[in-house]
């Protein structure tokens, strides 16, 4: 009888461990969707300032060329272009960075969920083994041959 407490008691923590773990996996999910999500949004935000800026590159580039015909002004001009090209091109670099980055915290999130989800199913199945294990009796319990005779 004490053994069988013990067993019930045992299958009450692990289904208390089993309901918590599932809360931790769903919260877990949720907050994966979110960081999934938010990730999209800074995606697509990056993806048009890499845009825009090498529209302004390409902007840049033909103010060189343009401003090249006048003689006086095109070293200032060109100096000046040189500086917006190489702080768009260090702007284009970090946002290419900032896309690779948050693509990758995306697939780490993704697998991160994709274990958690993973390890869950192992514990409910470690649950449903120890609450049939609690079910069950033990085999000398039930076995007239295991029984000790006493004289």
Known sequence: MEGEGE???L???LNRLIEGLAELVSQIRTAAEEIA????EILAATTQQAAGAAEAVTAVQ??????GEVKQTTQLVTQKAQAVAEAVQ???QIAQDGRRAVE???RSAQEAKTRMEA???RILTLSEQ???????????ATSPSSRISWP
Do not use: F, K, Y
């Open 130 to 140: 120890a609450q049939a294990i609690a079910r069950s009796p033990p085999p000398w």
């Open 119 to 121: 390890i869950a199913a």
């Open 37 to 40: 999500v938010a990730t999209a």
């Open 90 to 92: 260090r702007t284009t």
């Open 11 to 13: 299958g009450g923590n």
């Open 62 to 67: 033909e103010t060189v060329s343009t401003v």
């Open 104 to 106: 990758e915290s995306t």
């Open 7 to 9: 067993l019930a008691a």
